[in-house]
């Protein structure tokens, strides 16, 4: 590592200059494999892109063989949401559209394979909103919705296996809210949905007694149903269910409308 770095970082200007862009190819991917997180080498990476010494559908294929390696760089992500952000300029839509449902399924594929390598894997969970923030701008409602869903109960099948990956959690809190934010038409599917998710957080602690995970997991959904419906006490078994758990003091903090959990 430190002779491949001393050769791109080298006290002498002129000898940084006397290297090209295949060198610069070269030696930056050796630091990268070793040491994912080194920001200068992904920026130098980034230079050969826009001067076109590197092809970008090749560092898209050098990402993803990074993170088969290091799954939890935060760095390999930014650098590939880089990628997928200026891809347009580089190379025809035709050619690669990373707003297709094959290359979103694949990117989503991607990070649940990196969580599954290096657990609460945050760096990959947080990609993974991105992708649903910035890579489905164009779906419809109902597209948007159905790919949602699917990603819920691809998530809830990982969450099963991986009872202490808040990271999840949190990325499902991410998930209902996207749906919040629809249109009127999905409410009730809003609350369907939230429900379903208790009943499940009800059962996973029935099995691993009060995990904290799930706890708090169940602390955000009945937040979400309180502030969709205040009344939500008065209309849902399910609800009335899981509150009877709680003292009166833990329900009036889940009732109160002032609740800002996330």
């Known amino acids: 590592f430190k002779h491949t770095y001393l050769q791109i970082f080298p006290r002498n200007c002129q000898t940084l200059k006397s290297h090209d862009d295949g060198e610069f ?16 080498a992904w920026n130098i990476r980034r230079k050969l892109i826009k001067k076109r010494s590197l092809k970008i559908l090749y560092e898209i294929k050098f990402s993803e063989l990074v993170l088969q390696l290091k799954p939890k760089s935060s760095s390999t992500f930014n650098y ?13 839509i035709t050619e690669f559209n990373p707003r297709s449902e094959e290359k979103i399924q694949y990117e989503l594929d ?35 919705y159905s790919l949602i869903c699917q990603d819920l109960n691809k998530t809830k099948s990982y969450l099963e ?28 599917r809003y609350w369907k949905l939230l429900i379903n ?22 602390r955000a959904v009945l937040s ?13 078994e399910t609800v009335q269910k899981t509150l009877s758990k709680f003292n ?4 009036d903090i889940f009732s109160s409308k002032s609740i800002q959990f996330l």
């Open 110 to 144: 991607l990070t649940l394979k990196c969580s599954q390598k290096y657990d609460r894997n945050y760096y990959a969970w947080s990609h993974r909103a991105w992708i649903i923030r910035e890579l489905t701008v164009e779906y419809s409602n109902e597209n948007l």
């Open 248 to 251: 009166q003091n833990n329900l």
């Open 25 to 40: 190819d070269k030696l930056t991917r050796v630091l990268l494999f070793l040491q994912p997180d080194l920001l200068t």
């Open 80 to 92: 590939r949401e880089w990628l997928f952000k200026n891809l347009s300029l580089y190379v025809p």
């Open 224 to 236: 979400f149903i309180f502030q969709f419906r205040p009344n939500a006490l008065s209309l849902c």
């Open 197 to 218: 998710e208790l009943q499940f957080i009800d059962e996973m602690l029935k099995i691993y007694n009060e995990k904290e995970s799930f706890v708090l997991h169940r």
């Open 161 to 188: 296996s991986n009872i202490s990956d808040y990271s999840c959690c949190n990325y499902r809190h991410y998930l209902f809210k996207k749906i919040n934010n629809m249109s009127i038409p999905y409410e009730e």
